[in-house]
Protein backbone atom coordinates (compact mmCIF):
# COMPACT_ATOMS: atom_id res chain seq x y z
CA UNK A 1 0.00 0.00 0.00
CA UNK A 2 2.76 2.62 0.71
CA UNK A 3 4.67 1.85 -2.39
CA UNK A 4 1.21 2.49 -4.08
CA UNK A 5 0.58 5.47 -2.53
CA UNK A 6 4.38 6.76 -3.02
CA UNK A 7 4.07 5.54 -6.78
CA UNK A 8 1.14 7.96 -6.56
CA UNK A 9 2.72 11.10 -5.35
CA UNK A 10 5.58 10.59 -8.03
CA UNK A 11 3.61 10.41 -10.92
CA UNK A 12 0.71 13.57 -10.12
CA UNK A 13 3.21 16.36 -11.65
CA UNK A 14 3.14 14.26 -14.91
CA UNK A 15 -0.29 15.17 -14.92
CA UNK A 16 -0.57 18.72 -13.31
CA UNK A 17 -0.89 21.31 -15.82
CA UNK A 18 -1.93 19.10 -18.90
CA UNK A 19 -3.79 19.95 -22.03
CA UNK A 20 -6.33 17.94 -22.88
CA UNK A 21 -8.78 17.29 -25.52
CA UNK A 22 -12.01 15.95 -25.53
CA UNK A 23 -14.86 14.93 -27.92
CA UNK A 24 -17.97 15.53 -26.78
CA UNK A 25 -21.67 14.02 -28.27
CA UNK A 26 -23.36 17.48 -30.50
CA UNK A 27 -26.71 16.79 -29.74
CA UNK A 28 -25.67 17.34 -25.87
CA UNK A 29 -24.79 20.88 -26.75
CA UNK A 30 -27.67 23.66 -28.39
CA UNK A 31 -25.27 25.71 -29.88
CA UNK A 32 -23.52 22.80 -31.30
CA UNK A 33 -26.81 21.88 -32.78
CA UNK A 34 -27.71 25.26 -33.97
CA UNK A 35 -24.64 25.19 -36.11
CA UNK A 36 -24.96 22.24 -38.11
CA UNK A 37 -21.85 20.53 -35.80
CA UNK A 38 -21.29 16.61 -36.59
CA UNK A 39 -18.22 16.90 -34.00
CA UNK A 40 -17.89 18.77 -31.00
CA UNK A 41 -14.84 18.70 -28.49
CA UNK A 42 -13.79 20.84 -25.62
CA UNK A 43 -10.19 21.44 -24.33
CA UNK A 44 -8.82 21.85 -20.66
CA UNK A 45 -5.31 23.43 -19.73
CA UNK A 46 -4.51 24.97 -16.51
CA UNK A 47 -2.43 27.51 -18.05
CA UNK A 48 -3.82 29.56 -20.51
CA UNK A 49 -6.76 28.04 -22.11
CA UNK A 50 -7.76 30.89 -23.99
CA UNK A 51 -4.58 30.96 -25.89
CA UNK A 52 -5.30 27.05 -26.91
CA UNK A 53 -5.36 26.88 -30.52
CA UNK A 54 -7.69 23.51 -32.22
CA UNK A 55 -6.75 22.62 -36.06
CA UNK A 56 -9.14 19.85 -37.83
CA UNK A 57 -8.46 18.03 -41.06
CA UNK A 58 -10.50 15.25 -42.37
CA UNK A 59 -9.47 12.08 -44.30
CA UNK A 60 -11.28 9.64 -45.98
CA UNK A 61 -11.53 7.47 -48.66
CA UNK A 62 -13.31 7.73 -51.59
CA UNK A 63 -13.74 5.86 -54.64
CA UNK A 64 -10.33 4.19 -53.75
CA UNK A 65 -8.78 7.15 -53.33
CA UNK A 66 -7.29 8.94 -50.29
CA UNK A 67 -8.71 12.45 -49.50
CA UNK A 68 -7.13 14.93 -46.60
CA UNK A 69 -9.49 18.35 -46.26
CA UNK A 70 -8.53 20.70 -43.70
CA UNK A 71 -11.85 21.95 -41.80
CA UNK A 72 -12.91 25.14 -40.34
CA UNK A 73 -13.20 24.98 -36.55
CA UNK A 74 -15.71 26.81 -34.96
CA UNK A 75 -15.15 28.52 -31.16
CA UNK A 76 -18.13 28.32 -29.24
CA UNK A 77 -19.44 30.75 -26.55
CA UNK A 78 -18.05 27.60 -23.73
CA UNK A 79 -14.68 28.43 -22.94
CA UNK A 80 -12.53 26.03 -24.64
CA UNK A 81 -15.52 24.49 -26.79
CA UNK A 82 -15.32 24.07 -30.30
CA UNK A 83 -17.78 22.78 -33.34
CA UNK A 84 -16.89 21.29 -36.59
CA UNK A 85 -19.78 21.32 -39.29
CA UNK A 86 -19.83 18.69 -42.27
CA UNK A 87 -17.57 20.14 -44.86
CA UNK A 88 -16.54 16.80 -46.26
CA UNK A 89 -18.47 15.07 -48.84
CA UNK A 90 -21.31 12.23 -47.89
CA UNK A 91 -19.42 9.58 -50.33
CA UNK A 92 -16.97 7.36 -48.66
CA UNK A 93 -15.47 6.63 -45.31
CA UNK A 94 -14.50 9.58 -43.31
CA UNK A 95 -11.91 11.04 -39.84
CA UNK A 96 -11.90 13.93 -38.46
CA UNK A 97 -8.64 14.55 -36.84
CA UNK A 98 -8.15 17.13 -34.47
CA UNK A 99 -5.17 18.63 -32.91
CA UNK A 100 -4.95 21.15 -29.62
CA UNK A 101 -1.32 23.55 -29.22
CA UNK A 102 -1.08 26.19 -26.41
CA UNK A 103 1.98 28.05 -26.41
CA UNK A 104 2.00 27.54 -22.44
CA UNK A 105 2.88 23.73 -23.37
CA UNK A 106 5.61 24.20 -26.00
CA UNK A 107 6.56 20.88 -27.95
CA UNK A 108 3.27 19.41 -27.23
CA UNK A 109 0.46 18.77 -28.64
CA UNK A 110 -2.76 16.89 -28.10
CA UNK A 111 -4.69 15.16 -30.91
CA UNK A 112 -7.80 12.84 -31.58
CA UNK A 113 -9.27 11.02 -33.81
CA UNK A 114 -13.33 10.58 -34.00
CA UNK A 115 -14.28 8.01 -36.85
CA UNK A 116 -17.53 8.97 -38.31
CA UNK A 117 -20.64 6.88 -39.45
CA UNK A 118 -22.03 7.48 -42.71
CA UNK A 119 -25.58 6.77 -41.53
CA UNK A 120 -25.24 9.04 -37.93
CA UNK A 121 -24.03 12.52 -40.21
CA UNK A 122 -25.96 15.48 -40.98
Known amino acids: MRKLL ?3 ILAAPLFAGALTLQVDDPRSNPEAIAKNAVVVAHITACHSPEKTTVTAIAEGF ?3 QR ?3 PLK ?3 LTQPGAFA ?3 QWPRRGTWTVKMTA ?3 DYPNY ?3 ITV ?3 PDTLN
Do not use: E, F, H, Y
Open 101 to 103: TNP
Open 6 to 8: IAA
Open 67 to 69: QTI
Open 84 to 86: IAR
Open 109 to 111: ANS
Open 115 to 117: PLK
Open 73 to 75: VVN
Open 62 to 64: VNG
